[in-house]
């Protein structure tokens, strides 16, 4: 084994097996000759990846590590950090994709040889991409000969996923090992940005860039330039970008208000998630700054300086976009700057999303579009809300159903923002409204959305509070129909022979897959929220090059962190669907185990109970370790038919009561708005 061999954790061991966490936590108990940890603290410890590899095999539960998760490996155990191999691929992975034929040549010597012929290749490389003294010109990580069996697999990596899929996979690992480290932009809401951005942004600027997910987004650039604060994210966003495509790319690493990088040129468009109640964002020492046209931000009002310092860099006509926390709207500290902003015609919208869209995930977070103003440009007619809140379909970040809500906020931005400028659009009850500028100047200078947008009615009008009271009276009966016979007792509690689920994954009688809600496609996701409550499948799949693990007719989803049991057969209309996080999916052979037989089972309290750990904020369970009796599948059957008839009552109970809320909600609304008779 090497001196220093790469370490895992036991996380990561689990991701190389196929695995849970839960069965690591197994194989070190029940396995004397198990892999001793090498690093680590007592409740995290570490592993040597040579012995792990050698054990997984010699247990016949790994053939080969993947390559990718070897290259992943190198990279995280890099002697500078993690980091620093990131940055060592992305370098080598940027030769690959545009001297391949350098690449070639330089790889066939030895790692000394390489690693002294990589540096000018490098350098040119680099210079070219991201322009004559960038701070990664030098990349001293990447040239040297301990980098490059790295450098190699990473190329190797290329060789089959490409090379800017190779970093986008090196890199999404990163961020999900360190969650709490990086503010994220997901997909959603940057495209939306980038959409309302408009398709000819050119040149576009983000000065709070982190990870580059807004540069990424807009389609056909010609010029990307980013600045972020930490040195780390401006270099991973350099060559992120670099391998996106073709465009010209500048980063920087500097706080963009103390330090601006780009002052010069102006930028056809700014895209920025900046962050947010910053106190120290330089109030003290830039008191006099020019980019403060609209009025000096309070020291409690650090958005509104982004604000102003994106309208800075734009050209005449420009459109910046920033998402903003939702009290930027309404604070009292701040409503002279949303006045002035106002008059001058550079806030042409503020559009609220469902709260789950973005980080932080518990508050609906706005969009703020802004466009510079143009000389002799005529007045736009008003400022354009949104709120797309109902469109989200509930809490949480996999509940925002992003193509209802990106469709509908570009559509009202469409009809605001036409071809020939900016026209009046139709107003939708409780989606969007064009408000006169004149009925904002008030003290307050609210700008929240929903508390100036006509209301749509919660039962949708008298005519379909009828339709309504009319379904639930035909689910109520539907429900009375299928209320269970009275429960008759047994002579006595029956003891069948039980096997554990674990086992029976062993046997062959059913395969166990996890969640991850990430992949390539466009299904639909299956989300942990879906399960409890009995609904369609309402997530979105977050991008990543891994596949996606699929549902098909007569699977059982399992929730695995909560403390209630539940268990969800999956039905013709939810095949295909993508499994969420924290799902685990078994799929049953029809052969040996009847689906509502196995679902029914494995809601048991006491069942759930013992196959539960516990800790300081969650219920975690451990599928392996739920039970079921062996019965044969004749037996089954009959328990899954009653089994299957309940949850047909307790879908119907839902639905009811789903049903009664908007009925309630309906009424209570058209009696206030006199929509609805009082008589």
Same mark, same amino acid.
């Given at each position: 084994?090497?001196?220093?061999?790469?370490?895992?954790?036991?996380?990561?061991?689990?991701?190389?097996?196929? !695995?849970?966490?839960?069965?690591?936590?197994?194989?070190?108990?029940?396995?004397?000759?198990?892999?001793?940890?090498?690093? %680590?603290?007592?409740?995290?410890?570490?592993?040597?990846?040579?012995?792990?590899?050698?054990?997984?095999?010699?247990?016949?539960?790994?053939?080969?590590?993947?390559?990718?998760?070897?290259?992943?490996?190198?990279?995280?155990?890099?002697?500078?950090? *993690?980091?620093?191999?990131?940055?060592?691929?992305?370098?080598?992975?940027?030769?690959?994709?545009?001297?391949?034929?350098?690449?070639?040549?330089?790889?066939? !010597? #030895?790692?000394?040889?390489?690693?002294?012929?990589?540096?000018?290749?490098?350098?040119?490389?680099?210079?070219?991409?991201?322009?004559?003294?960038?701070?990664?010109?030098?990349?001293?990580? *990447?040239?040297?000969?301990?980098?490059?069996?790295?450098?190699?697999?990473?190329?190797?990596?290329?060789?089959?996923?490409?090379?800017?899929?190779?970093?986008?996979?090196?890199? %999404?690992?990163?961020?999900?090992?360190?969650?709490?480290?990086?503010?994220?932009?997901? /997909?959603?809401?940057?495209?939306?940005?980038?959409?309302?951005?408009?398709?000819?942004?050119?040149? +576009?600027?983000?000065?709070?860039?982190?990870?580059?997910?807004?540069?990424?987004?807009?389609? *056909?650039?010609?010029?990307? @330039?980013?600045?972020? #604060?930490?040195?780390?994210?401006?270099?991973? $966003?350099?060559?992120?970008?670099?391998?996106?495509?073709?465009?010209?790319?500048?980063?920087?690493?500097?706080? #963009?208000?103390?330090?601006?990088?780009?002052?010069?040129?102006?930028?056809?468009?700014?895209?920025?998630?900046?962050?947010?109640?910053?106190?120290?964002?330089?109030?003290?020492?830039?008191? @006099?700054?020019?980019?403060?046209?609209?009025?000096?931000?309070?020291? $409690?009002?650090?958005?509104?300086?982004?604000?102003?310092?994106?309208?800075?860099?734009?050209?005449?006509?420009?459109?910046?976009?920033?998402?903003?926390?939702?009290?930027?709207?309404?604070?009292?500290?701040? &409503?002279?700057?949303?006045?002035?902003?106002?008059?001058?015609?550079?806030?042409?919208?503020?559009?609220?999303?469902?709260?789950?869209?973005?980080?932080?995930?518990?508050?609906? =977070?706005?969009?703020?579009?802004?466009?510079?103003?143009?000389?002799?440009?005529?007045?736009?007619?008003?400022?354009?809300?949104?709120?797309?809140?109902?469109?989200? %379909?509930?809490?949480?970040?996999?509940?925002?159903?992003?193509?209802?809500?990106?469709?509908? !906020?570009?559509?009202?931005? $469409?009809?605001?923002?036409?071809?020939?400028?900016?026209?009046?659009?139709?107003?939708?009850?409780?989606?969007?409204?064009?408000?006169?500028?004149?009925?904002? =100047?008030?003290?307050?200078?609210?700008?929240?959305?929903?508390?100036?947008?006509? /209301?749509?009615?919660?039962?949708?009008?008298?005519?379909?509070?009828?339709?309504? &009271?009319?379904?639930?009276?035909?689910?109520?009966?539907?429900?009375?129909?299928?209320?269970?016979?009275?429960?008759?007792?047994?002579?006595?509690?029956?003891?069948?022979?039980?096997?554990?689920?674990?086992?029976?994954?062993?046997?062959?009688?059913?395969?166990?897959?996890?969640?991850?809600?990430?992949?390539?496609?466009?299904?639909?996701?299956?989300?942990?929220?879906?399960?409890?409550?009995?609904?369609?499948?309402?997530?979105?799949?977050?991008?990543?090059?891994?596949?996606? +693990?699929?549902?098909?007719?007569?699977?059982?989803?399992?929730? +695995?962190?909560?403390?209630?049991?539940?268990? &969800?057969? !999956?039905?013709?209309?939810?095949?295909?669907?993508?499994?969420?996080?924290?799902?685990?999916?078994?799929?049953?052979?029809?052969?040996?185990?009847?689906?509502?037989?196995?679902?029914?089972?494995?809601?048991?309290?006491?069942?759930?109970?013992?196959?539960?750990? @516990?800790?300081?904020?969650?219920?975690?369970?451990?599928?392996?370790?739920?039970?079921?009796?062996?019965?044969?599948?004749?037996?089954?059957?009959? @328990?899954?038919?009653?089994?299957?008839?309940?949850?047909?009552?307790?879908?119907?109970?839902?639905?009811? %009561?789903?049903?009664?809320?908007?009925?309630?909600?309906?009424?209570?609304?058209?009696?206030?708005?006199?929509?609805?008779?009082?008589?």
């Amino acid at each position: 084994m090497p001196d220093n061999p790469t370490e895992v954790t036991a996380a990561e061991i689990a991701r190389l097996a196929g !695995v849970g966490r839960a069965a690591v936590s197994n194989w070190r108990r029940r396995h004397a000759d198990f892999p001793r940890p090498v690093g %680590g603290t007592e409740t995290s410890p570490s592993f040597a990846l040579p012995e792990v590899e050698g054990w997984l095999r010699a247990q016949g539960k790994l053939a080969e590590v993947p390559l990718r998760e070897r290259v992943w490996q190198q990279a995280s155990a890099h002697p500078a950090g *993690a980091v620093a191999g990131l940055v060592a691929a992305g370098c080598a992975l940027l030769v690959v994709h545009d001297r391949p034929t350098d690449w070639l040549e330089l790889s066939a !010597v #030895s790692d000394e040889r390489a690693a002294a012929l990589l540096r000018p290749v490098l350098a040119q490389v680099l210079t070219a991409r991201l322009g004559p003294g960038h701070a990664l010109a030098a990349a001293p990580e *990447a040239t040297t000969a301990a980098s490059m069996p790295l450098l190699r697999a990473a190329a190797e990596l290329a060789a089959s996923l490409g090379a800017r899929n190779a970093f986008e996979f090196l890199l %999404g690992r990163h961020l999900d090992a360190n969650p709490r480290q990086y503010t994220l932009t997901p /997909p959603g809401p940057a495209e939306l940005m980038a959409a309302l951005a408009g398709p000819g942004a050119r040149s +576009v600027l983000d000065p709070a860039c982190g990870t580059g997910s807004l540069l990424r987004a807009v389609a *056909a650039p010609a010029a990307l @330039y980013g600045q972020d #604060s930490a040195p780390e994210l401006a270099a991973l $966003t350099a060559l992120r970008l670099a391998l996106h495509d073709a465009a010209e790319v500048r980063t920087a690493a500097a706080d #963009s208000l103390r330090a601006d990088a780009f002052p010069q040129p102006a930028v056809d468009a700014v895209l920025c998630h900046p962050p947010f109640n910053e106190r120290g964002w330089g109030h003290e020492e830039l008191a @006099y700054d020019p980019r403060w046209e609209y009025g000096f931000p309070a020291r $409690t009002e650090s958005e509104l300086a982004w604000i102003q310092h994106s309208l800075a860099h734009l050209r005449e006509g420009g459109t910046a976009v920033l998402l903003m926390p939702p009290a930027v709207a309404a604070r009292r500290s701040g &409503r002279r700057i949303r006045a002035d902003l106002l008059r001058r015609g550079a806030l042409r919208a503020v559009i609220a999303l469902p709260a789950g869209a973005a980080p932080p995930y518990g508050i609906p =977070l706005h969009l703020w579009v802004l466009r510079k103003p143009a000389a002799h440009a005529p007045a736009p007619p008003g400022l354009l809300l949104v709120d797309t809140a109902d469109l989200g %379909g509930g809490e949480g970040r996999e509940r925002a159903a992003w193509p209802a809500v990106q469709e509908a !906020v570009l559509a009202a931005w $469409t009809a605001y923002d036409g071809a020939t400028g900016p026209r009046e659009g139709q107003d939708t009850p409780g989606l969007s409204r064009l408000v006169p500028v004149i009925e904002l =100047l008030d003290d307050d200078v609210d700008l929240t959305p929903a508390r100036h947008l006509p /209301p749509a009615d919660a039962g949708g009008g008298p005519a379909a509070l009828i339709a309504v &009271r009319a379904r639930l009276d035909e689910t109520l009966q539907r429900a009375a129909r299928l209320t269970p016979p009275p429960a008759e007792p047994a002579a006595e509690p029956a003891r069948l022979p039980s096997t554990t689920i674990g086992e029976l994954a062993r046997a062959g009688a059913l395969v166990l897959r996890t969640g991850t809600g990430s992949g390539a496609g466009d299904a639909p996701v299956l989300t942990e929220h879906d399960v409890y409550g009995g609904t369609a499948p309402s997530g979105t799949l977050a991008d990543s090059t891994d596949e996606p +693990v699929l549902t098909e007719a007569g699977d059982v989803v399992v929730p +695995v962190v909560g403390a209630a049991a539940v268990a &969800r057969v !999956v039905g013709p209309g939810d095949a295909g669907a993508a499994l969420g996080r924290n799902l685990q999916l078994l799929r049953p052979d029809p052969a040996a185990l009847d689906p509502w037989f196995l679902a029914g089972f494995l809601r048991g309290t006491a069942n759930n109970r013992q196959a539960s750990s @516990y800790a300081s904020t969650a219920t975690r369970l451990d599928v392996r370790r739920l039970q079921l009796p062996r019965l044969p599948l004749e037996d089954q059957r009959r @328990y899954g038919e009653r089994f299957r008839a309940l949850a047909e009552f307790e879908d119907a109970l839902r639905l009811a %009561g789903r049903l009664g809320e908007q009925l309630v909600q309906g009424l209570f609304d058209g009696l206030a708005d006199g929509t609805v008779r009082a008589e």
